[in-house]
RNA sequence: CGGGGCGUGGCGCAGCCUGGUAGCGCGACGGUUUUGGGUACCGUAGGUCGUGAGUUCGAAUCUCGCCGCCCCGACCA
């Protein structure tokens, strides 16, 4: 992408309304633009971003088995009253009247939808277990929205539903969940500590919910240092093996790891104290295993092989994507700007030619362009009429991790330079024949 | 929802106390500048000062209502 042709809002001031980091990034960066408060659009770079995790996400859902769907956004208060939540839910939820004056709602979560899918559709042990997941704006009407997209009102989330004959089986379905969000948080570079959590209104007695360590979280959290040594790294999972995933789980839920709402003060006194560690977290996932919480409300039975009937076993687990977005940053970040993992970054590299209007250096831009794109790689070319500074500034801010620097002085040697955002070291790499040079770089 | 603050061109702000129909910096746009770390010069466009009512000869400035936004708290993925 040619940056003359691209659509990147830069902000040199600091919003007056954004007060912490990962807000003001987007703001400065160009991602998104407050529509009302706690609501965003979501411009280009910011979409980029938004799109790849939830990409990442899917990715993690479908290789543990999980099926996709897309469910809407508008629900049917009915629905709700049948669970009981419509009165249970409150004011958080948007509700909103049709032409017709039938009350509807602006979906906060979708057990209800789900579950109703689930009851016309399926009825027999035989089509279990069954998990249905989908990504979704929400509405939840907080009273205080703030942190930009870290606390909106509306929100995109991966939430997903799983369907089971019994509790045994339903735990491994939770489980399976706890894992594959694991891996998708450590895709993303991101640490997050799965920390027993408090079910809250959606009721049930299994629950987990996932932290990333950061100044500006909102939960002080509890735990034993050694939680955040565990990894999965590049293991491979077989997400039917019951028994090796429970074993995973277990290692990870072992170490005393809570947020204040639940922290018990005497258990975290018997931890060594030298592993004794407080801390805030932004939480950016939740696991729920409920029982038949929806499903006897809503009739959702299922035929057992014994003949008998009875309430399928159920649970959810969410993401918040557009959370993650705000987490990542929060996580990622330093005076300049934002500093993306290589996993979510819009962009693999950045061309910054030195000289706009330079023949020579013009045309090598252009071939390097032409080339690290056939090489696969997404590229942004900051083509502008600027001065360095300002090219250097603004890269730094957005946070694409490698910097392509070419300039006349190097070009004329048959030399560029290469940047790397993390730590700011600069390398002189020959230009050679084609871009080899580059995409070794880019890829090691 | 309790407490506090703010609303003046795209962004950051001044002016308000001591009423006389708007100003600065950045940005945008058009030129010149060809630049190795937030750009130099010239020029242009852009605001009925959140909104409604009131006081007054006259309101961005004073009074009241409403709306919006931000911060702290309670709440929350």
Redesign the pocket.
């Known amino acids: 992408m040619y940056l003359t042709k691209y659509f990147l809002p830069?902000?040199?001031?600091?919003?007056?309304?954004?007060?912490?980091i990962s807000?003001r990034l987007m703001l400065?960066s160009g991602m998104i633009k407050?529509s009302?408060?706690?609501i965003y659009s979501w411009l280009p770079l910011g979409l980029k971003v938004l799109k790849k995790i939830e990409q990442i996400v899917v990715e993690e859902q479908i290789a543990a088995g999980h099926i996709p769907i897309l469910m809407p956004t508008i629900q049917p208060s009915e629905l709700w009253k049948e669970s009981g939540r419509l009165d249970d839910y409150g004011k958080?939820m948007l509700r909103v009247e049709d032409r017709h004056g039938r009350l509807m709602l602006y979906g906060p979560t979708n057990e209800e939808l789900v579950t109703d899918i689930f009851r016309t559709h399926i009825s027999s042990y035989k089509d279990l277990p069954k998990t249905l997941f989908h990504i979704q704006w929400k509405f939840?009407d907080?009273?205080?929205?703030?942190?930009g997209?870290?606390?909106?009102?509306e929100?995109f989330?991966k939430d997903g539903y799983s369907f089971d004959m019994d509790k045994d089986s339903a735990i491994h379905a939770y489980n399976r969940h706890m894992i594959t969000y694991l891996r998708t948080y450590e895709r993303l570079g991101l640490k997050a500590l799965p920390m027993k959590a408090d079910t809250?209104?959606?009721g049930g007695d299994y629950s987990h919910?996932f932290l990333v360590l950061a100044e500006t979280g909102?939960?002080q959290v509890f735990y034993d240092k050694s939680v955040t040594d565990l990894s999965l790294g590049n293991r491979h999972i077989d997400y039917s093996d019951q028994q090796d995933v429970a074993d995973i789980v277990k290692k990870f839920t072992q170490p005393y790891a809570r947020t204040d709402e639940t922290h018990d003060e005497n258990l975290f006194n018997k931890i060594p104290i030298e592993r004794r560690l407080s801390a805030r977290g932004i939480?950016?996932?939740?696991i729920f295993y409920f029982g038949t919480k929806y499903s006897n409300s809503m009739g959702a039975d299922i035929v057992m092989p014994n003949g008998d009937r009875t309430p399928v076993e159920m649970g959810s687990h969410?993401i918040?994507v557009?959370?993650l977005v705000g987490a990542l940053i929060e996580a990622n970040h330093d005076e300049?700007?934002i500093i993306w993992p290589a996993s979510v970054t819009p962009f693999d590299a950045v061309i910054i030619n030195?000289?706009?209007?330079?023949e020579q250096v013009e045309r090598a831009c252009s071939q390097l362009y032409e080339d690290l794109i056939l090489s696969g790689f997404d590229i942004l070319y900051d083509d502008r009429?600027?001065?360095?500074?300002?090219k250097?500034?603004?890269m730094?801010?957005i946070g694409i991790p490698w910097q392509i620097?070419v300039?006349?002085?190097?070009?004329a040697e048959g030399f560029l330079?290469l940047?790397f955002r993390a730590d700011?070291i600069?390398r002189r790499i020959p230009l050679g024949e084609g871009s080899d040079h580059l995409v070794k770089a880019l890829r090691a």
């Not at 830069?10 to 912490?20: F, T």
């Not at 907080?142 to 942190?147: D, K, Q, S």
């Not at 997209?149 to 009102?153: A, D, F």
């Open positions: 830069i902000l040199k001031e600091n919003p007056s309304e954004a007060q912490i807000h400065r407050q009302s408060a706690g958080e939840r907080e009273v205080r929205p703030r942190f997209v870290m606390r909106g009102r929100f989330m809250g209104p959606i919910e909102e939960s939480e950016v996932g939740q969410g918040g557009s959370r300049l700007g030195l000289k706009q209007g330079d009429h600027e001065r360095v500074g300002v250097f500034a603004t730094d801010l620097i300039g006349p002085r190097d070009l330079e940047k700011g600069r």
